[in-house]
Nanobody
């Protein structure tokens, strides 16, 4: 069983940066592909980025390409999301989760969701 805890969210001005962390318990973290999703008020959960178990492959939604970077440190059981050049539309609760098989960008293929961390971008 894997438990995930997100941290690093906060209030930032447009154009600023934040780094989110997703800390995992359990010894099997390094065997899973992982993903980040976000949910803005009144909207559904949206895929943001995913990373393979080894960290060698990554994938991003078009709206964050070139601004966000996903990474992981398996020795620390932690995944990261570096967010640069933040925009107002990046405001959302950000969640990490474990991919249990299937396409990376579909939330139904994920489990063990964290509780989320709020990111608010102000003008």
């Amino acid at each position: 069983q894997v438990q995930l805890v997100e941290s690093g969210g906060g209030l930032v001005q447009a154009g600023g940066s934040l780094r989110l962390s997703c800390a995992a318990s359990g010894r099997t973290f390094s065997t899973y592909d992982m993903g980040w999703f976000r949910q803005a008020p009144g909207k559904g959960r949206e895929f943001v980025a995913a990373i393979s178990w080894s960290g060698s492959s990554t994938y991003y939604v078009d709206s964050v390409k070139g601004r966000f970077a996903i990474s992981r440190d398996n020795a620390k059981n932690t995944m990261y999301l570096q967010m640069n050049s933040l925009k107002l539309e990046d405001t959302a609760v950000y969640y990490c989760a474990v991919n249990i098989g299937g396409r990376w960008r579909e939330s139904r293929n994920y489990a063990h969701w964290g509780q989320g961390t709020q990111v608010t971008v102000s003008s």
